[in-house]
Each structure stands twice: as C-alpha cells, then as structure tokens.
C-alpha cells in the first residue's frame, strides 16, 4: 500500500504563487507515476499535471502550461507542484495520485489510472 500526503494549501491572496507538496510512503518500489487532480464542488476531477518517470516526461492540460509546474524529489519519493500567479478559479481541492506501470498505453491524464489518492489539500483563492 501506499499513502500519501498533500501540504501546502490554505488561503492564498491571488497574485501569489503556490507550492504543493505530496510525501509517498510505504511501497514505493510500485510507482511509476505521480499526478495532481483537483475538484471543486459538484464537478468532476480534473488532470493538473503528471510526472512519470520510466519514460521520463511530465505532462500539463494545455490551459495550465503556462502557469503550472511540477518536480519530483525521488530519494524522499515526492511531488511538487508549483503555480505562478494564483486566480480565483484555481480556488478547488488538490489531490496527489500514485500509480504504476511501464505501459505506453497506460493514459495517465486519466484519474482511473491511478492507485492511490491522498486525501486532498484544499487551495482558496481570495481576490
């Protein structure tokens, strides 16, 4: 099994950055991918971003490529995203995911393709 653990979320005024944290634990030796979701009441979960690293690229939806960025501490087998520049719409509950496999087939924009779910750090955006 593996947990995870989000940080870094609260109140942040819009303008500011943001950096979100996630620590993996436990049987680590499984994953071969890490994502950010985030969901805001009565929508779907939506793909923030991926790291997948036996194949080694990250991938962003193409509407937070210019503002989202991700790294990945792989000793300490965590996940770090970072947004310049905070709007009220990024106001949601981020989630951090692990899965694995080595597959070019496996879709890891997709929620269904992954393991396990932290419980979720909530981000507010105040204008």
């Known amino acids: 099994q593996v947990q995870l653990t989000e940080s870094g979320g609260g109140l942040v005024q819009a303008g500011e950055p943001l950096n979100l944290s996630c620590a993996a634990s436990?049987?680590?030796?499984?994953?071969?991918?890490m994502a950010w979701f985030r969901q805001t009441p009565g929508k779907e979960r939506e793909f923030v971003g991926t790291?997948?690293?036996?194949?080694?690229?990250?991938r962003f939806p193409d509407s937070m490529k210019d503002r989202f960025t991700m790294s990945r501490n792989n000793a300490k087998n965590a996940l770090f995203l970072h947004v310049n520049s905070l709007k009220a719409e990024h106001t949601a509950v981020y989630y951090c995911?692990?899965?694995?496999?080595?597959?070019?087939?496996?879709?890891?924009?997709?929620?269904?393709?992954?393991?396990?779910w932290g419980q979720g750090t909530q981000v507010t955006v105040s204008s």
């Open positions: 436990g049987g680590t030796g499984s994953m071969t991918a």
């Open positions: 995911a692990a899965g694995g496999g080595a597959s070019t087939k496996i879709s890891w924009e997709e929620w269904f393709s992954y393991d396990y």
């Open positions: 790291f997948e690293w036996i194949f080694g690229y990250t």
